[in-house]
Each structure stands twice: as structure tokens, then as C-alpha cells.
């Protein structure tokens, strides 16, 4: 980083600062050759025979290179002028650059290694697989802002900004986007500041739009290169060039060369209090946002011969609460103890798709029951869509098998959306030694859960114990008769019957988990050394702490399966509150050194 600043006149100052953050990386990877022995194992009348399936390799070889380059350069001219005793100017305007460069280049060996435990792509059975990938994105922008103090205590600010974006079609890649702020520190205002109970009171309010761009390449369809015809595994895939013939796949996606910016309209108040000399703050904010033409990835039918694309939806908003509150029971020279704690609420609907068009799906379908993400109008973004049970008076309809009838039509099952989020913290400080925890919590929502889906296909979920896998009857279910009445249900199935196919049986709302949780998501433990003692080591601060994250989290009875925070690698575009089967979270402890 480099940053310069010269005063050109009483003032009025230049400053510019160039910013380069370059990253360049190789990994490489090895796999050895290997075969396990085959196992022998009893079968009837004590006979013996072997197991097949054993896994073996013959050798794999790879590398990857990488260099990602982001420049930052940003021109501004600054000026300041006290008006007269009551009211200051600040006025500001530039120019701003941002680029990115990334490369990839990854090679692999194929049909396995000639020479075991030789790594080297001379080392290759054939011909070696070499894929690349380079991307260039570019954003520039003109900027301005002009703010006026009045005796320090009410501040009104504008501010403006136009950027044009690479990844925008060129009669839409220029978007303006401003915000009008105002605050007052009603203490000052009202000669407050004596008073010993309420010693700090805020108030603010701001109303702008913000711009955004699309990401990379969504403009037009692609091509890939010499891609993979068939995944066959153990080094032994088949892909282009074929007996010296190269070949060209169209990719999965098609571009939209009309993809328009978005724009979000928000609208901010809030307030700030101290009391009893900071002891206790509180900070609320209230804040309501229209998303126009946010740009999303749409799933498209099978049909259309393609899998993706990207659209603008028409308008969605966002209504929410913001409360945070700070409290020191205790605080003297020696001890002292905070607690914060924070609560929010969000409250999200999609308004408006397009002209004709109510609902898109944004992803999905997963699983054999067809679980869809969609927006729909009318409700939360991500929200679920699937079949579920037939139901008659309270009692759920089945066959003449026993196994449930699903509803003919999809229905609407509630998003990944949270009714609310909070946290909790505390810290102790005593002679130096520090001590703190925090919690987080996550109240109402769902999400989609394919570890249960697999275990339960597999007979690992504890959900398959039921009856003791005993045949039985499903509680409270009725069978139709053939004069169209309805008599209880007397037809036993088993849980395979049901389990192995979960989400066909019992639709996919059976996969649908509460996403609540309570996480003790950090301790800690620490020691600042005095000043004394750092002062003759020739240092002004020197601090030792131990912590831990993730150490605990309680999640609802019926969620044996999965950390809901966490969404899938799998997913992709804008589908949220999938969980496929990702690694468990774990806990982490480490040492800091803090030396100044």
C-alpha cells in the first residue's frame, strides 16, 4: 500500500493511495499405489470366501498453480472551511479503481503412474489432463460527499457515486446510486451533558440507494474446452482431445445480455443512549430496504437443454430491528465486568417477480421427493416447496399398503429465514487477567437436510428405530375406502419400507429440520503483562491469550443430524438452507500473541 497527501491550499488537500494485494499459490497433490488385500469372512455352513468391493489406486499426481491480483487506486481531493462559529463544511469528491486478475492452471495425471511413488507428470500412464481458468474484472467510479456541522452536535451529509462495472452489459454497466444522512446529539442540543443518568442520547436517520453489479460472466453463454465426456474414476476419466480431436461442450449456463444492475432503496432511524457515564449504552436502529432487478440464478426445466441462468427479479424488501445493549455492573481501577448482549429481527418478501411471472426457482430440486427453492411473490425469499401428506380431518390419508398418499400438488413450507438472532457476552477483567464467552443464538427458520435423508435411506438415523423395527401400523392414518368414506388404518409396514425412501413416502417437508441453535461460540483467557514490566523490555503493550471456538451447541430434539448454519459445497447460485452432508464443525483452541 502507498498513500500520499499534499496540501495544495489552506484547506484543500490531495490524497491518493494505490493499494496492491497480490496472492501467487501452488498445491500439489498425491495419491499412492495401493490395493487392500481382499478380506475373508464366514458365510453359511463355515465356509469361507472372499469380500469384494476392497478399494485400490494406481497413483495419482496433481498441481495447481495460482495468482490472484486485486489493485485498489483511489484520487481524492478534500476540503474543509469552518463557516463561522456555528457551522463547519466538509466536502469531498474523487475517483476510485478497482481491478482483479485470477488464474488457475491445474494439471493432473491420467490412467495412473507408470513408477509408483514418483510424483512427476513425466511419471503419467497417458497423456496428462492440463484445465485453465483466467478472469478480469474491472470497476471504476466517480464519488463525491459534502457534510455541514452545526456546534459540533447535528451533522446533515450527503454523498453520491457513479460506477461503471465490467460485468454489465454495456448499455446497462453505468448505475448511480446517493444517501442523505442527519444525526443530532439531542444532549448537547438540550444542555444535557451535567446530567448524571442520561449522559449521551443520539439520534440519526438516513435515507440512500445502493448500486450493485453482477458477478462474472453471466452476459453470454460459454463454451468449455476439451471437457470430461466420462467420469469413470480411479484416474481412468474420458475427455477431449480423442485420438488427436479436440472437442467444445456448451456450458450449462446461458448468458442474459440484458441483466440490468441492482438497486437497493433503505431507509434508516435510529437512536444512541449512554447512561450513568457509559455504564449502560443502548444502540436501536429500524431500517426497511427495496431490492429492485437483484440479480439471482434461476433453475431452468431440463427441457430447455440448459441448467442455469441469471435474471433480475423485479422487487423484493427487507423490514427489520436492530437493538444492541452494553452494561458494566462493575468498573474500578482494579475489576471490571461487561455484558453486551444484541437482538435482530428481519422480515423479507418477494413483491414482484416480472410481468406475468409470479414465482422463479432458484434451486433445487434436491432429493427424490423434488424439494425446490423458490421466490415466490407474497412470501420470504428461499422459500421451500414440496409435496406433503394427504390429510383427512387431522389424520393422515395412506394406501392400500400403508405407505402415505402424497398431496397432488406442491405446497409452500416455510424458508431458511430466522425469526430472529441474538447474541450474548460477558468479560471480566482483573489486574490484567481477562476472561470472556460468547453466545450465539438462532431462533425459527428451516433447512433441508441431507444427512437425513442418507441415514435414514441407510438405517443409521435413529429415526429408522421405530417399533423397534417391528412392523407397524402409522399412527393416526386413515385408508380410503372404495365408496369414498374413510376407515382407520390397519396395514403394518416396516421402517425400509418407509425410510429407504424417506422423502417419496412421507414427502420432502420430512426432510425439513428447525434450524434454531445456541452456540458457545468463544472463550477466552488472557493476560496483559503491566506497563511496568513492559516498559523495560522497550515495548508499550505485550498481551498473551488463549481461547477456543465452538465449543458447544444445542440444537432442537428433532435435529440429531446437522449443524443448520452451515450450507452444502454442493449448492450453488442463490439457494440457501441446504445442508448435503458437509463436514461437522469443529472445535478449535489456539494462542495469540499480542506485542506492540
Same mark, same amino acid.
Given at each position: ?162 460506477? +461503471? ?171 471490571? +465486568? ?259
Amino acid at each position: 500500500n502507498l498513500g500520499l497527501s499534499y496540501d495544495l491550499f489552506k484547506n484543500f488537500k490531495l490524497k491518493g493511495r494505490v493499494g496492491i494485494n497480490s496472492i501467487s499459490g501452488q498445491i500439489e497433490t498425491t495419491v499412492p499405489v495401493f490395493a487392500y488385500t481382499d478380506h475373508i469372512v464366514w458365510v453359511d455352513d463355515l465356509e469361507t470366501t472372499t469380500r469384494g468391493g476392497r478399494f485400490s489406486s494406481v497413483g495419482e499426481y496433481g498441481k495447481s498453480t495460482i495468482k490472484n491480483t486485486n489493485t485498489d487506486v483511489t484520487l481524492l481531493g478534500l476540503y474543509n472551511q469552518k463557516l463561522n462559529d456555528d457551522f463547519g463544511l466538509e466536502v469531498s469528491a474523487g475517483y476510485n479503481l478497482f481491478d482483479r486478475r485470477e488464474n488457475r492452471l491445474n494439471g493432473v495425471s491420467v490412467g495412473g503412474l507408470v513408477v509408483p511413488g514418483w510424483y512427476n507428470f513425466n511419471n503419467s500412464a497417458q497423456t496428462p489432463k492440463t484445465t485453465e481458468y483466467s478472469s478480469k474484472y474491472r470497476l471504476m467510479g466517480v464519488l463525491g460527499s459534502a457534510k455541514i456541522g452545526y456546534r459540533n452536535l447535528a451533522f446533515l451529509e450527503y454523498s453520491a457515486r457513479n460506477d +461503471w462495472s465490467s460485468t454489465l452489459p454495456e448499455q446497462n454497466n453505468s448505475f448511480f446510486y446517493q444517501s442523505l444522512g442527519a444525526s443530532v446529539v439531542m444532549t448537547d442540543l438540550l444542555n444535557l451533558t451535567n446530567n448524571e443518568k442520561l449522559n449521551f442520547w443520539k439520534i440519526r436517520g438516513s435515507y440512500g440507494t445502493t448500486g450493485k453489479d453482477a458477478s462474472l460472466y453471466l452476459l453470454k453463454s460459454t463454451y468449455d474446452g476439451n471437457p470430461t465426456i466420462q467420469t469413470i474414476g480411479n484416474n481412468h476419466d474420458i475427455f477431449f482431445p480423442v485420438n488427436g480431436v479436440s472437442g467444445f461442450s456448451v456450458n450449462n449456463r446461458i448468458g442474459n445480455p440484458e441483466l440490468k444492475p441492482e438497486l437497493t432503496t433503505t431507509f434508516e432511524v435510529g437512536t444512541d443512549l449512554g447512561f450513568f457515564n457509559d455504564r449502560v449504552t443502548l444502540e436501536y436502529t429500524y431500517y426497511s430496504s427495496v431490492h429492485s432487478n437483484q440479480i439471482i440464478t434461476v433453475n431452468l426445466p431440463a427441457s430447455s437443454g440448459f441448467g442455469l441462468t441469471a435474471a433480475n427479479i423485479g422487487e423484493m424488501t427487507n423490514k427489520g430491528h436492530e437493538l444492541a445493549l452494553k452494561v458494566s455492573p462493575i468498573s474500578n481501577e482494579n475489576f471490571r +465486568w461487561n455484558v453486551n448482549a444484541t437482538y435482530s429481527t428481519n422480515k423479507n418478501k418477494v413483491v414482484k417477480i416480472s410481468e406475468g411471472q409470479s414465482e422463479l426457482v432458484v434451486g433445487g430440486p434436491f432429493t427424490n421427493g423434488s424439494i425446490s427453492i423458490v421466490a415466490k411473490e407474497g412470501l420470504p425469499f428461499g422459500t421451500f416447496r414440496s409435496t406433503v401428506p394427504e390429510m383427512v380431518d387431522g389424520k393422515m390419508l395412506v394406501d392400500e399398503n400403508g405407505i402415505p398418499v402424497l398431496t397432488a400438488d406442491e405446497k409452500y413450507l416455510g424458508s431458511y429465514q430466522p425469526k430472529y438472532l441474538a447474541s450474548f457476552g460477558t468479560d471480566f477483567s482483573y489486574k490484567g487477567i481477562r476472561i470472556g464467552g460468547l453466545l450465539d443464538i438462532r431462533k425459527g427458520g428451516t433447512f433441508l437436510s441431507i444427512t437425513k435423508n442418507q441415514t435414514e435411506f441407510n438405517g443409521t438415523a435413529l429415526s429408522t428405530l421405530v417399533g423397534d423395527r417391528a412392523p407397524f401400523v402409522i399412527p393416526n392414518s386413515v385408508v380410503q375406502n372404495a365408496d369414498g368414506t374413510f376407515s382407520d388404518n390397519t396395514t403394518e409396514v416396516t421402517a425400509q419400507d418407509i425410510y429407504a425412501v424417506s422423502d417419496v413416502y412421507f414427502g420432502g417437508n420430512s426432510l425439513l429440520l428447525d434450524a434454531s441453535f445456541i452456540k458457545l461460540r468463544e472463550l477466552t483467557l488472557g493476560y496483559a503483562f503491566p506497563k511496568s514490566f513492559v516498559k523495560k523490555i522497550k515495548l508499550s503493550q505485550l498481551n498473551i491469550d488463549l481461547f477456543a471456538n465452538n465449543l458447544k451447541f444445542w440444537l432442537p430434539k428433532e435435529n440429531t443430524y446437522a449443524d443448520p448454519e452451515i450450507n452444502g459445497p454442493a449448492l450453488t447460485g442463490n439457494a440457501t438452507g441446504v445442508e448435503t452432508t458437509q463436514t461437522p464443525p469443529s472445535r478449535s483452541f489456539g494462542i495469540k500473541l499480542g506485542i506492540v
